[in-house]
């Protein structure tokens, strides 16, 4: 363990100390296009018109329509892997049910849970409201569940046992990377890595979808010349157990925030290449107080980060616009008020190749205070 502390340590300050990162941009000519006749991925949108239901927005056919029998949600409504199927809450039955992205073909899953979500091929991974989980079969019974342990644990690794945990360290709480597998009967965890401190707004992270690696946000190795201390984007290797600075932003001048308060909103895309996130100059070292906020992604497989300056948003305390893939990663979808447009909310997407933003329609609603993109699904 001490060894391993010695090692990060190490290569936080060779990397801050050898290179300052360069960011390439995307500048288009033409800040935000209104959407063409064709718009190029197609998909169903889920996001939200008012503060009753949840919407589906259909990007071929430009048309909307609520959803019956649902409500507004966010972190406990999930989207399968092939990106067909939508997990959700009846509000009228308290049952969890998945249903395709279009609002057909609903299917109970089970009552008395706080969150299910997709952990492997046919196995779903539930969250009681007293903070225990288990596996269990998609057509399985509660006698096939398999219960995990829990405790202190804030999050665990698709299609894995991997899983990140809150644990004590000297000066306040800890985030730490564990094995499911390795606790004790007791409840002991057995050589923990440490990642970084649990802090408000510096708390961010994301796995993989194929469970590979997670993406965390921590506090960076150094101050920028004004003593403020920013944050960086970090990556760890699960089955390697390595960590790798992935972000210098105080080493190009200035300590950023990284994302907001909600420590879930690290958007990875569908084939776990790369992280999208939004990222804000600090103006102090209170992390509420904080410039605009760009969208910025990481790629896992080259190292290199890329800001897309075509829009950017003051709106971003507590939490910065919900971020959604396109099925196919090629496109992220976001809800955005465009300032001195007079058209409140949009409906906003980002090409991530071509750094190009698109309208593709007005009407946004922040049901929840936040004008969020629920998911991009698949008919």
């Known amino acids: 363990m001490r060894t391993f502390l010695l090692a990060m340590v190490i290569m936080g300050l060779g990397a801050n100390a050898a290179w300052a990162q360069d960011i390439r941009a995307a500048c288009p000519d033409e800040r935000i296009a209104p959407r063409g006749r064709a718009f190029s991925p197609d998909g169903i949108l889920l996001t939200y018109f008012d503060g009753a239901s949840l919407w589906v927005y259909d990007i071929n056919r430009a048309t909307r329509y609520p959803l019956p029998e649902t409500r507004p949600c966010v972190g406990n409504c999930r989207l399968s892997p092939d990106a067909r199927w939508i997990t959700y809450l009846n509000p009228d039955t308290l049952t969890y049910h998945k249903m395709r992205v279009t609002g057909v073909l609903r299917t109970p899953i089970t009552a008395g849970a706080a969150d299910i979500i997709w952990w492997d091929e046919g ?6 409201p007293d903070h225990r989980a288990y596996l269990m079969p998609e057509n399985g019974t509660p006698a096939d569940r398999r219960y995990l ?32 597998e390795r606790v004790t009967a007791f409840g002991a965890v057995v050589t923990p890595l440490p990642l970084a401190p649990d802090l408000p707004y510096f708390n961010g992270m994301g796995w993989s979808p194929d469970g590979r690696y997670l993406a965390f946000v921590g506090l960076a190795p150094q101050p920028d010349a004004r003593g403020v201390v920013g944050a960086e984007l970090f990556l760890v290797d ?108 949009l409906l906003l997407t980002l090409n991530t190749e071509t750094g190009a933003f698109t309208e593709l329609s007005d009407g946004i609603f922040p049901a929840l205070g936040a004008p969020d993109v629920l998911a991009w699904g698949i008919p």
């Open 149 to 180: 342990p829990t405790r202190g644990v804030l999050s665990i690794q698709p299609r894995g046992y991997a899983a990140v945990w809150l644990g004590q360290q000297a000066g306040g709480v800890f985030r730490y990377l564990i094995d499911l």
């Open 123 to 128: 196995v779903w991974l539930v969250w009681t």
């Open 238 to 345: 699960i089955p390697a157990q390595t960590i790798t600075q992935a972000t210098d932003f105080t080493g190009g001048g200035m300590a950023v925030r990284l994302n907001g308060a909600d420590p879930s909103t690290l958007s990875w895309s569908p084939d776990s290449t790369r992280v999208a996130f939004w990222a804000m100059p600090l103006l102090s070292s209170d992390p509420t107080q904080a410039d605009a906020a760009t969208l910025h992604v990481y790629d896992v497989r080259t190292g290199d980060v890329r800001r897309y300056c075509g829009f950017s948003t003051r709106e971003h305390t507590p939490n910065p616009p919900r971020l959604a893939w396109s099925p196919d990663g090629s496109t992220l979808a976001f809800g955005g008020n465009v300032e001195g447009d007079g058209k409140g909310y």
